[in-house]
T-cell receptor
Framework: GAVVSQHPSWVICKSGTSVKIECRSL??????MFWYRQFPKQSLMLMAT?????????EQGVEKDKFLINHASLTLSTLTVTSAHPEDSSFYIC????????????FGAGSRLTVL | GDSVTQMEGPVTLSEEAFLTINCTYT??????LFWYVQYPGEGLQLLLK?????DKGSNKGFEATYRKETTSFHLEKGSVQVSDSAVYFC??????????FGKGTRLHILP
């Protein structure tokens, strides 16, 4: 079945640094990937839709300059948290749909970011 | 480990039919339970949630009741519409604060 891999699974960084999280579709091509954020004890919140070869579409209230998304290939999307601060500490999850249009989401295992 | 099992799709119904999508879970302790919906071409949206036993989550005519005795959180709607056609995901938030999803159920509503 379709597999989505996220890396790193856990990252700790100092305040003010930038952190990149990768989302890869391992056995399928994904024209669209989605990035979510999960706050402690809360449900997922959609942050942005990442489209291969074009700019990401951000949800209202999400700072595009802070959460940079790049979808440079059909198997890789990256989320860069720039100038991270403790309030950015969260669990970030990506999901992807096959380019075939089957529209079945596969989720990555998530990346936990802790900003000191 | 913790897991979520939901009925396989696709589920095809006529408009105004009654909908049930079954979801059962395995988890230690008392997880929070969620239903998410993915409309064509879009990301997940939270549809409803319940955080403790016997809670009923509801939204847009959909309902689900947290049943600890049967470890279930079945999604129901009394009268579906064509616009309800989507993929529905059942999920739990476990005691490690990790969200675990079911595999999703595709719903087709025919006019």
């Amino acid at each position: 079945g379709a597999v989505v891999s996220q890396h790193p699974s856990w990252v700790i960084c100092k305040s003010g640094t930038s952190v990149k999280i990768e989302c890869r579709s391992l056995d399928f091509q994904a024209t669209t990937m989605f990035w979510y954020r999960q706050f402690p004890k809360q449900s997922l919140m959609l942050m942005a839709t990442s489209n291969e070869g074009s700019k990401a579409t951000y949800e209202q209230g999400v700072e595009k300059d802070k959460f940079l998304i790049n979808h440079a290939s059909l198997t890789l999307s990256t989320l860069t948290v720039t100038s991270a601060h403790p309030e950015d500490s969260s669990f970030y999850i990506c999901s992807a749909s096959p380019a075939s249009g089957a529209n079945v989401l596969t989720f990555g295992a998530g990346s936990r970011l802790t900003v000191l | 480990g913790d897991s979520v099992t939901q009925m396989e799709g696709p589920v095809t119904l006529s408009e105004e039919a009654f909908l049930t999508i079954n979801c059962t879970y395995t988890a230690t302790g008392y997880p929070s339970l969620f239903w998410y919906v993915q409309y064509p071409g879009e990301g997940l949206q939270l549809l409803l949630k319940a955080t403790k036993a016997d809670d009923k989550g509801s939204n847009k005519g959909f309902e689900a009741t947290y049943r600890k005795e049967t470890t279930s959180f079945h999604l129901e709607k009394g009268s579906v519409q064509v616009s309800d056609s989507a993929v529905y995901f059942c999920a739990l938030l476990n005691r490690d604060d990790k969200i675990i999803f079911g595999k999703g159920t595709r719903l087709h509503i025919l006019p």
